[in-house]
């Protein structure tokens, strides 16, 4: 029953969550980030599997992801710039990456769900820490460039970037109405 205490405010907290397309260049540390990955980690996961890991991408390693966008698109010019520009956005960006094993029980869809639901749990743990979080998808995850400049095996799949950064404080974004349940949960009889 989420008539009060705690599962209300839970309920309250998650239902504030939105998406930041600007933020600060502050960002969480690595060490303020293992106990939220431990968190999300606690999503459901068939046969515990864990299929699924995040890379951290900072400095260089955000320009060097820029140039895998130009390299996969084959840009040039002031094209070019836009896309080696993207991943600059952010101080932070963290790799979602679906990590596939073989299993007769798990098909390979429930095992990118699965990683799906820890960025999702983790965009609502790092919303809930003060930061401001987009999850960014895309052509560009399935690119060559891209999968090599993460370092991706042949049983891994990018599934996007969490884009993490402070809020601004003139920051307007997110103002959502409230979406109508009754829409979306039906009842069979």
Known sequence: ???GGPAADLVDRVAARRSFSRVTPD???????LPLVAAAGRVADHSALHPWRIIELRG??????GQ???TDAKASGSDAEKLAAKPLRSSLLLAIVSVRSKSEKVPGWEQDAVASG???ILSLLLHDAGWG????TGHHTRSKAVHRMHGLA???????WLYVGGIPADSKEGHRKALDPERFLT???
Do not use: C, I, Q, Y
């Open 118 to 120: 820890v960025a999702h």
């Open 1 to 3: 029953m989420v008539d």
């Open 68 to 70: 895998a966008f130009v």
């Open 133 to 136: 979080v987009m999850w960014r």
């Open 187 to 189: 009842t069979l009889e």
């Open 27 to 33: 960002a969480p540390s690595h060490e303020e980030l």
């Open 154 to 160: 042949k049983n891994e799949r990018l599934l996007g």
């Open 60 to 65: 260089d390693a955000r320009m060097r992801l």
